[in-house]
């Protein structure tokens, strides 16, 4: 159960269905802007980096974990790499390369490795969702709504409810918001929502596209002493 949380981790509602057909029309043309948008945005992608709080809340036990720090995201190789910094509440270093998703814990010293093997597409698409995937992509492996407009901070965000066509993903994640940025073709905030209702909602700001970013922020900082492990199962 642990590895299947932290495998869901690290891969860190539809109200139009009444709506006259005038709003329909325009709901449909306001989506495929925020689409050629976003695949504009995607063909000329290099890098984005930004700040980041993510909120991770338990149904349950009615608790929201949060975690604050900057994330990285690079296209190179023909592959889309992460890496997140987590500075709050204790200090993690997540790095996805080479079909893998490497966690760094500096406190006890160890890196725990989640290859994703078969799962690497599916890792790959929900990192690219807002961050260099193309919008008209996007429906290859979603079902997508347009939900309005929504403010994000200063941003007037176009809010777009997806709904995976894979049932293996639906498992995972019963359906995911996003919140983009018109202007920029990137998101701002995303809250992914799995069957149990649990869900993590991810805040970004400062967000900088297509800067340099060194090859060194893409390694894990480990020492000799560092210990590897790979859970089973």
Request: net charge positive; aromatic share 10%; proline share 4%.
């Amino acid at each position: 159960m642990k590895h299947n949380y932290s495998f869901r981790w690290c891969l860190a509602v539809s109200f139009l269905l009444l709506a006259p057909a005038w709003a329909q029309q325009g709901s449909n043309a306001a989506l495929e802007n925020v689409l050629k948008k976003m695949d504009s945005t995607a063909a000329n992608f290099r890098t984005t980096e930004a700040n980041f709080v993510w909120d991770q809340y338990q149904k349950v036990v009615n608790e929201t974990d949060t975690q604050k720090g900057k994330v990285y995201f690079r296209r190179a190789n023909h592959e889309t790499q992460m890496v997140a910094d987590i500075t709050e509440p204790e200090k993690k270093h997540v790095l996805f390369s080479d079909s893998k998703v490497q966690v760094y814990q500096p406190r006890i010293d160890q890196v725990t490795v989640y290859p994703a093997g078969k799962h690497r597409a599916e890792f790959e698409s929900f990192l690219v969702l807002g961050f260099g995937g193309g919008g008209h992509d996007m429906l290859k492996s979603f079902d997508v709504k347009y939900l309005g407009s929504e403010k994000v901070g200063n941003i007037d965000a176009v809010k777009l409810d997806l709904v995976p066509k894979s049932q293996s993903i639906r498992n995972t994640f019963q359906h995911i918001v996003l919140w983009i940025d018109p202007t920029r073709g990137v998101s701002v905030q995303q809250q992914l929502v799995e069957p149990s209702g649990d869900y993590r909602l991810a805040k970004y700001s400062d967000i900088e596209l297509n800067q340099k970013i060194p090859d060194t922020v893409f390694k894990l900082k480990t020492t000799s002493r560092t210990k590897t492990v790979s859970p089973q199962g």
